[in-house]
């Protein structure tokens, strides 16, 4: 009995191993910052899309940190593949009508508001990435007043 759980540990491990990453293998390191005027933004979610047809292809995200800076992952891994990318950048606030103050939170009505103008819709951002096989760790998204 002690050798069947043991047999059954060890395929269990191996299965949970066979599922890993094997799916996504070339996934390569994609970081960078994103500055508005010259500065640092946090709390930006950075989106790559697929530009090419490949069906290998996988879009990636990151949001970045107090200092501006992300670091992609696409799925549940960091890394991106290879290829050519357009990037939207997005950033929502929420605004809660002040004429609600004695109705409960949970019943307030939120209005999501994005903060990125332009740069959150993919039509209009023009921006890019093109991710070489080695990876790219200084991407830098320099946007302006999204007014």
Not at 124 to 138: F, R
Request: neutral net charge; glycine residues 10%.
């Amino acid at each position: 009995m002690k050798k069947i759980k043991i047999v059954i540990l060890i395929l269990c491990g191996l299965f949970f191993v066979g599922c890993g990453q094997a799916g996504l293998k070339g996934l390569v390191s994609c970081s960078g910052v994103v500055l508005k005027d010259g500065k640092p933004v946090e709390g930006v979610t950075v989106t790559f899309t697929p530009i090419s047809a490949d069906a290998q292809s996988k879009g990636a995200s990151a949001e970045t940190d107090k200092n501006g800076k992300f670091q992609a992952g696409t799925l549940q891994w960091i890394g991106i593949l290879p290829g050519k990318y357009s990037v939207t950048l997005s950033k929502r606030t929420t605004e809660i009508d002040p004429n609600q103050e004695s109705v409960p939170d949970n019943y307030k009505t939120v209005t999501y508001v994005e903060q990125m103008g332009k740069y959150a819709n993919p039509d209009e951002s023009n921006l890019t990435a093109d991710i070489p096989k080695t990876g790219n760790e200084s991407l830098k998204f320099e946007i302006s007043e999204t007014k």
